[in-house]
């Protein structure tokens, strides 16, 4: 069905705050735009709900509307249009990323006031907005890529929002670099997808077109071009061995480690591999290998967690293992539970965020949490929130995580892979420890150097940790619907391993590893507050490691920095050796040859010499007039080349 809803108008509207903020912005001032910036995302979000009215009100196998815009590549048998789609995945990610969006935003107006850049910080909003919901609703792969690369800009840009801070600028261009490697793997697949079913005589990117044709490809090509995909995700999504970039990335403003590093951008990877379930569901081995990773990140990252003391590199380290989970459903063919399970995270993990923002900014900008403690009683709002979301994101029923991470476990379980749900029942007790030893840190026990000083946020900032709140709590009731309602888009019909009755042992083990984490956190933290840093000096050894994150960084900076360094400095030496040498073997040549001819030397070898080297420069700086930098002249030379290249294909 075609042109039923606009949805260009839900993309448009953070299009067009992000053209206004960015030019305008500083002449409306930040009240404007403090307005401005919110009210497109908010605009966006109504659409988004409208299109979810739309939608359940077709029935189950028709809820599919395409918006074509305009034909953007028309070449050969190659069509590829601007085209949106909501469909039951689609829409869920658009409600997530404008309704979680707009709360940031709102937050964002509290914890950025007075800063210098205020108005370029929320044209970014806008921008990272507006690049996510083409990822999400594009209706084809290039599309899909576009988007992809757009929140990759965005990530960059906001990361490196405070680039006067040294570590701020490296951050920035840490991610932005890792995420290139991941996003190398991306094109290849997509490329290799294009040309297979190409060579069938397919040439298209559309997804619906794809899913009709892919009985065109063979296995292993299947496997290859999952694997290429997946290696994209493990680069956005922050999963073993790219994910080194998220911890440094909190060095931004909270409230995009919120938006982009929690709920919105590094679930990216998860909704591209359950857009293109039909054809993972075709490769055992690439779902084999999706569950795997996703398993080994969850538990990878939460023995990290343990250990940290900045209270954002705990919710970083607690991200990236629990998009673990996440990859571990779609890995194991329980779609609907980690798309559930995505969306229950962006609610608890973005409220955590905003929480361990409005800390931050209650304490002046302290983020040790062994500086803080009894910050309950300064800030009750926060506090009370803050404990929702533990709960939450620690599975405690009847909070939003419990449902979503329990559906894991158990479609884990179900599928077979007893040795991954045993990985996720345990690291599901790692992340109550963790997240609770956070918690009580910093808002338990005596009263910390800054706590004195602490105080409440404004209602700005605190009002959308309550509401964030309200759906950490009740999210849950939305499994009740959840697996119905995507099962068309992305279903996968596996043989139980195990029976029914299984799941409610699941469930009782699931909770008891988390209450067992809850008991040991407030045994060392509240009970026996000392018993920790005693565990802590017997088994120095495993804490230093936990404590520097397996030396990952430093591996990853001796392999691939310093051994590049090493060869780049190599090769210029070899460089300048190889043009020493054959200067002075010409020098040699004309000392012989002008014994005989007095002026050989001075006409033949360094005329060629000097005229090589005056044709390269004289080439050089013709040719840099050519990069002028004046869009209007590449855009010209663009036209006229398209221009020459038609009347080629016209008359040659």
């Not at 709900?49 to 034909?71: M, Q, S, W």
């Not at 679930?267 to 080994?296: I, K």
């Not at 919710?315 to 229950?344: D, E, K, P």
């Not at 007039?625 to 080349?641: D, H, I, P, S, W």
């Amino acid at each position: 069905m075609e042109n039923e809803f606009p949805i260009r108008l839900l993309i448009l509207f953070p299009l067009i705050g992000f053209l206004i903020t960015i030019f305008y912005g500083r002449r409306l001032g930040p009240r404007i735009v403090s307005i401005l910036s919110p009210s497109a995302v908010l605009l966006s979000f109504i659409f988004s709900c409208a299109g979810l009215f739309k939608l359940l009100h077709l029935p189950p196998e028709e809820r599919v509307i395409i918006d074509n815009l305009y034909t953007w590549i028309n070449v050969g048998m190659l069509n590829i249009s601007v085209s949106f789609r909501f469909d039951q995945l689609s829409i869920l990610m658009a409600l997530v990323v404008t309704g979680v969006g707009f709360l940031i935003h709102v937050y964002s107006v509290g914890y950025m006031h007075g800063d210098k850049k205020y108005t370029r910080f929320f044209a970014y909003l806008n921008l990272f907005i507006f690049s996510m919901l083409i990822l999400v609703l594009g209706n084809n792969l290039l599309l899909m890529f576009l988007g992809w690369e757009g929140v990759g800009l965005c990530s960059y840009l906001l990361i490196g929002f405070w680039f006067e801070k040294v570590e701020n600028a490296i951050a920035a261009i840490k991610a932005f670099i890792v995420n290139r490697i991941g996003d190398m793997g991306f094109i290849m697949g997509i490329i290799l997808l294009f040309w297979s079913l190409g060579s069938h005589g397919v040439w298209t990117l559309d997804f619906d077109i794809i899913k009709q044709n892919v009985h065109l490809l063979g296995r292993e090509r299947i496997t290859i071009i999952c694997l290429l995909l997946f290696m994209g995700a493990t680069g956005k999504s922050a999963q073993l061995p790219l994910y080194v970039w998220l911890p440094d990335a909190m060095a931004g403003p909270t409230p995009v480690s919120a938006l982009i590093h929690a709920a919105t951008m590094v679930t990216a990877g998860v909704y591209m591999v359950t857009r293109m379930s039909f054809l993972y569901s075709l490769s055992p081995f690439a779902m084999e290998t999706v569950a795997v990773v996703g398993g080994l990140t969850a538990f990878f990252a939460a023995t990290i967690a343990l250990v940290q003391n900045d209270i954002k590199k705990v919710l970083a380290y607690s991200t990236i293992s629990q998009l673990g989970y996440m990859f571990l459903g779609v890995g194991v063919g329980a779609y609907s539970a980690g798309m559930f399970h995505l969306i229950t995270h962006a609610f608890f993990k973005a409220l955590l965020f905003l929480g361990a923002g409005s800390v931050i900014h209650g304490l002046s900008g302290e983020q040790d949490l062994r500086k803080m403690g009894g910050l309950r009683k300064s800030m009750p709002i926060t506090w009370i929130t803050m404990l929702l979301a533990t709960l939450a994101i620690s599975g405690i029923p009847p909070f939003a995580g419990f449902f979503s991470k329990d559906e894991i476990l158990w479609g884990t379980l179900k599928s077979g892979h007893y040795y991954l749900a045993v990985l996720g029942i345990f690291t599901a007790g790692l992340t109550a420890f963790y997240m609770f030893r956070m918690l009580l840190l910093a808002f338990w026990g005596r009263t910390g150097a800054h706590a004195p000083h602490a105080h409440e946020s404004p209602p700005v900032m605190t009002i959308p940790l309550a509401v964030l709140a309200f759906f950490s709590v009740v999210g849950g009731l939305l499994a009740l619907t959840m697996h119905h309602f995507i099962e068309p888009v992305a279903s996968y019909k596996a043989v139980s391993a195990v029976s029914e009755h299984s799941e409610w042992i699941m469930v009782v083990v699931s909770i008891v590893a988390a209450a067992t984490g809850i008991s040991v956190a407030f045994f060392f933290y509240v009970a026996r507050p000392g018993v920790s840093a005693g565990l802590a000096n017997r088994t120095s050894g495993i804490y230093r490691v936990l404590l520097n994150k397996y030396y990952v960084d430093e591996i990853y900076n001796f392999l691939f920095v310093r051994m590049l360094l090493i060869l780049n400095s190599i090769l210029a030496k070899f460089d300048i050796k190889i043009i020493d040498g054959i200067v002075n073997a010409s020098s040699a040549l004309t000392v012989d040859v002008s014994y005989g001819s007095g002026k050989f030397d001075l006409s033949v070898v360094d005329g060629s010499v000097n005229g090589i080297s005056d044709g390269v420069i004289s080439a050089g700086s013709k040719a840099r007039r050519l990069q002028t930098g004046n869009l209007q002249n590449y855009v010209t030379a663009v036209v006229v080349g398209i221009i020459c290249l038609v009347l080629v294909i016209i008359f040659v």
